[in-house]
T-cell receptor, first 116, second 112 residues
Framework: GAGVSQSPSNKVTEKGKDVELRCDPISGHTALYWYRQSLGQGLEFLIYFQGNSAPDKSGLPSDRFSAERTGGSVSTLTIQRTQQEDSAVYLC??????????????FGNGTRLTVT | GEDVEQSLFLSVREGDSSVINCTYTDSSSTYLYWYKQEPGAGLQLLTYIFSNMDMKQDQRLTVLLNKKDKHLSLRIADTQTGDSAIYFCAEKKDTGGFKTIFGAGTRLFVKA
């Protein structure tokens, strides 16, 4: 079956431009996460959507970052006025309901963002 | 705090056992996971353990859980060069929105 799909797989942009990264989760998964992974580093949590609840935005590094999830499915992560330090791999993951069941995350292959 | 802690690096010789350790934060977390990330790829689920278990074995992988100390370990028997990767520990909280929290990852180097 289809896994988590992210697009584009690679994005090169100039400093100051806005970018949009897309994530298509596994059908029926109610939880969706965005993480950032800088070169050689661990996962930095960005934002978490769970069903119709208000998203947990506690990991967004600045107000240049925002994300939305339309219709409980596709999510878009937007970075405005990109800076060189935004260069990283942005990973999306989804899982089934978060409430008390075994719900491991399924990851996409990520979008590698390079800001020049 | 919310930090799941892991050591950053581990180096072993091919054929030896590897033990990767993790300290998690929430004694009420119900599921604990180990993920593997190979170069240039996303994370893949390796194994998991439910919090009412002490140990789980799956082929070359053994997971040990010490709930009292909130300590989780992953043992890889007969480590192979193909096991070289980053290994992430994660806990799924049963409070605060049921979020999954990851450690920083342990980079395993396997020397031939």
């Amino acid at each position: 079956g289809a896994g988590v799909s992210q697009s584009p797989s690679n994005k090169v942009t100039e400093k100051g431009k806005d970018v949009e990264l897309r994530c298509d989760p596994i059908s029926g998964h109610t939880a969706l996460y965005w993480y950032r992974q800088s070169l050689g580093q661990g996962l930095e949590f960005l934002i978490y959507f769970q069903g119709n609840s208000a998203p947990d935005k506690s990991g967004l590094p600045s107000d240049r970052f925002s994300a939305e999830r339309t219709g409980g499915s596709v999510s878009t992560l937007t970075i405005q006025r990109t800076q060189q330090e935004d260069s990283a791999v942005y990973l999306c993951a989804s899982s089934r309901s978060g409430t008390g069941v075994n719900s491991p995350l399924h990851f996409g292959n990520g979008t590698r963002l390079t800001v020049t | 705090g919310e930090d799941v802690e892991q050591s950053l690096f581990l180096s072993v010789r091919e054929g030896d056992s590897s033990v990767i350790n993790c300290t998690y934060t929430d004694s009420s977390s119900t599921y604990l996971y180990w993920y593997k990330q190979e170069p240039g790829a996303g994370l893949q689920l390796l194994t998991y353990i439910f919090s009412n278990m002490d140990m789980k074995q799956d082929q070359r992988l053994t997971v040990l859980l010490n709930k009292k100390d909130k300590h989780l370990s992953l043992r890889i028997a007969d480590t192979q060069t193909g096991d070289s990767a980053i290994y992430f520990c994660a806990e799924k909280k049963d409070t605060g929105g049921f979020k999954t929290i990851f450690g920083a990852g342990t980079r395993l180097f396997v020397k031939a």
